[in-house]
């Protein structure tokens, strides 16, 4: 059996440190790309992605982001916003409500472990002012921003958080 999956599963870490670097824009093509290859309902990849280099725009991200100053600190940031008119196209408001973002959700998780098989640093924010989103980026009514990337090379490694034992956290139904 292949472990290098679930190794890099296991080593990947929530970076709020960053190191200063530009990451080029192939390497965001591969980010973008393993997003992408996420399980979507009816593959009806109801996803769309901002990517912002701009200093302005990561501090003004990081505002929203209730004062998380490692969002501006990033050299990039990745805005992942579900399609509610492509999910509600294909699924009516359940595809709106509910498929699109978990569809988006796993899309950011692909997004996490390819910067980390990459060497780079992420973290899942998703504790920010929605609305404020939408201002700064000046989103259209229709994406809905549900997880706000900072992405770079980790100026250090965090630790090892642990994970609660399989017996705690699962129940076999016969």
Not at 152 to 174: C, M, T, W
Request: hydrophobic share 45%; glycine share 4%.
């Amino acid at each position: 059996m292949n472990d290098s999956l679930l190794d890099v599963m296991r080593t990947r870490r929530s970076v709020r440190s960053f190191r200063p670097e530009a990451i080029d824009d192939r390497t965001i093509a591969r980010l973008l790309t393993a997003a992408t290859w996420a399980p979507t309902a009816g593959n009806a990849q109801p996803w769309y992605f901002y990517v912002t280099r701009e200093e302005y725009v990561r501090r003004k991200l990081a505002e929203a982001a209730l004062g998380q100053v490692f969002v501006a600190q990033a050299p990039m940031v990745i805005i992942c916003c579900a399609d509610l008119e492509r999910a509600r196209a294909a699924y009516k408001l359940r595809g709106e409500t509910l498929y699109c973002i978990q569809d988006t959700a796993a899309a950011t998780q692909n997004l996490l472990l390819m910067a980390h098989a990459l060497g780079l640093g992420a973290c899942w924010v998703g504790a920010f002012d929605e609305n404020a989103v939408i201002d700064v980026l000046y989103l259209p009514k229709h994406h809905r921003p549900l997880a706000l990337v900072p992405v770079g090379y980790p100026a250090q490694n965090p630790v090892d958080p642990g994970r609660l034992p399989l017996h705690k956290v699962f129940s076999e139904i016969d």
